[in-house]
C-alpha cells in the first residue's frame, strides 16, 4: 500500500492538540517536517515550545497514534527541535496578545502598571468566584478546590488562582505540583482534575518564608491574572486569604465583576467574622452573592448528627446580609485527607454526602446565580 501524503498526515495531526496549550499542534506551528519512506515509514519533526518540555512524551505518544492510524504507515519516527525565542515570541501574541502594557488599559481601576487583565473585556464570558471568610482555617481552600473541581466535572472550563500569598495551599490540595511552563513571559497554569491552577507556591522554595508587603503582592496578584494563559475559562476561582487585607483590596480592584461567596463555620462568633468580609466587599464595591457554611455536623458511628461547631451562623449571616445560603458541608475526615493527598473529595468519593452537595453548590452557583443581564426599563417591550 502506498504511503500517506504530506497532507494527508498534516489533516491526520491537525486534530492532535499540545497538552498544555490545548490547542492544534498544526495550527501552533509544532509541526516542522514529514518525510515518507517508500516502506512507509513515517519521519515527523516537532518543535517543542520550550527545551525539556515536560509532556514530550505525551506529544510523542499523541502524534505517533494520530500517524500510525493511516493506511500504509508502517512505523512513526519523531524527531524534537526547540522553537526560537522569535518562535516563542510570535506564538505567544497569537495566543495572548501582546506583554507590553496596553496605554490606558485598566486606569479605572487603580492600578498603575495599566496591563490588561482580560477578565474585565466587556466579552470576557468568565465569571470570577472569590471565596472569602473573615478567618483562617474555616475551609475556604477546600471548598474552593472542591467547588473548582465539581465545576469542571460539570462540563465548565475552570481556573483556579491561589491568592493566599502567605499560605498558599491550593497546588497541594489539587494535586498539581507541576511547575507552570512559561512561553515569553506568558505562564502556563498546571492543569489537575481538569482544573488550572496558579500559586505563588510554584515561585517561592519550598518552606520559605514571603516577606512581601503591599506593592509585592499586588504585583504578583495582577501577574496571576493577566500573565497567566487562563484561555477563557467559565468560571475563575479565588481561593482569598483570610482577613481583609491589601490582596482583598488589589483583587477587588483586578476584578470588578467578581463574585464574593463567604464561606463560614456555623457557630455565633464565626458568623460575626465572617460578616467583616462581607462589610469588606461593600467597601470595595464587590457583594457577597452567597454564603457556605462548612463543618455543619458530624456523623458518627450511631448515624446521629452531631453539630460540633453549634447551629445557625450560616443561616444567620445569610439572612443579615440578604442573600441564599447556598449549602451546609459535613464535618468528614475524608475531605481533610483529600486536601492532603492532592485528590479532592469530589474526585476520590464523588458519591459520598459531602461531594455531592459540593457538586449541588457548584450547580447551583453555575445557574441560579448566574449573573442576569440588566435590561434597561425603558427598552421593555411590553
Ligand atoms: N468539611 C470539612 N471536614 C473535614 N475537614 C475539613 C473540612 N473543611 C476543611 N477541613 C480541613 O480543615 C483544615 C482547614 O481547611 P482549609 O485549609 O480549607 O481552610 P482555609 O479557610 O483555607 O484556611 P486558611 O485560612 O489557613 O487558608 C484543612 O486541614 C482541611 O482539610
Ligand atoms: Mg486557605
Known amino acids: 500500500m502506498a504511503a500517506p501524503t504530506n497532507e494527508q498526515i498534516i489533516e491526520a495531526l491537525r486534530p492532535v492538540d499540545d ?38 512524551n505525551e506529544i510523542t505518544n499523541r502524534v505517533t497514534a494520530a500517524v500510525q492510524a493511516l493506511d500504509g ?28 502594557a ?45 467547588l473548582a473541581v465539581a465545576l469542571a466535572s460539570q462540563g465548565y ?15 497541594r490540595m489539587l494535586g498539581a505540583d507541576r511547575d507552570p ?13 481538569g482544573v488550572r491552577c496558579i500559586s505563588i507556591g510554584y515561585f517561592v522554595p519550598e518552606g520559605q518564608a514571603i516577606i512581601w508587603r503591599g506593592p509585592m503582592l499586588h504585583k504578583a496578584l495582577e501577574q496571576f491574572l493577566a500573565d497567566v494563559f487562563w484561555d477563557d475559562p467559565d468560571f475563575l476561582l479565588i481561593d482569598m486569604p483570610p482577613g481583609t487585607g491589601d490582596i482583598a483590596l488589589s483583587l477587588s480592584q483586578y476584578l470588578p465583576r467578581g463574585e464574593v461567596y463567604v464561606v463560614t463555620t456555623p457557630q455565633p462568633a464565626a458568623q460575626k467574622v465572617a460578616a467583616l468580609s462581607a462589610a469588606m466587599a461593600a467597601k470595595v464595591n464587590l457583594s457577597v452573592k452567597g454564603i457556605i457554611e ?12 452531631y453539630e460540633i461547631f453549634g447551629s445557625g451562623g450560616g443561616q444567620q449571616l445569610a439572612d443579615d446580609l440578604g442573600v441564599p445560603l447556598l449549602g451546609k458541608l459535613p464535618l468528614v475526615p475524608a475531605l481533610r485527607e483529600g486536601g492532603d493527598d492532592g ?12 461531594a455531592q452537595l459540593l457538586q449541588e453548590i457548584a450547580r447551583h452557583i453555575a445557574t441560579e446565580m448566574k449573573p442576569k443581564k440588566i435590561f434597561s426599563s425603558a427598552l421593555k417591550v411590553n
Not at 485528590?343 to 459531602?354: F, K, L, M, Y
Request: glycine share 12%; with cysteine.
Open 19 to 56: 497538552p498544555e496549550l490545548r490547542r492544534s499542534i498544526v495550527d501552533l506551528g509544532m509541526v516542522r517536517t514529514i518525510g515518507t519512506a517508500p516502506d512507509g515509514a513515517v519521519s515527523v519533526q516537532i518543535a517543542l515550545t520550550i527545551a525539556g518540555c515536560p509532556l514530550r
Open 73 to 100: 504507515v508502517s512505523r512513526v519516527a519523531l524527531d524534537f527541535t526547540v522553537m526560537t525565542d522569535q518562535e516563542r515570541e510570535a506564538l505567544r501574541e497569537k495566543l495572548h496578545g501582546s506583554s507590553q
Open 102 to 146: 496596553a496605554p490606558g488599559g485598566q486606569q479605572g481601576h487603580g492600578h498603575a502598571e495599566g496591563k490588561s487583565v482580560p477578565f474585565n473585556e466587556p466579552g470576557s464570558k468568565t465569571r470570577p468566584l472569590l471565596i472569602s471568610s473573615g478567618k483562617g482555617g474555616v475551609g475556604k481552600s477546600s471548598v474552593t478546590v472542591n
Open 157 to 171: 472550563s475552570v481556573g483556579v488562582v491561589d491568592a493566599d500569598i502567605y499560605g498558599y495551599s491550593v497546588p
Open 181 to 193: 511552563v512559561v512561553i515569553d513571559q506568558m505562564l502556563i497554569p498546571p492543569e489537575n482534575h
Open 294 to 305: 462548612n463543618m455543619s455536623w458530624f456523623t458518627g458511628d450511631d448515624g446521629k448528627r
Open 343 to 354: 485528590i479532592p473529595i469530589t474526585v476520590a468519593q464523588p458519591d459520598s454526602e459531602a
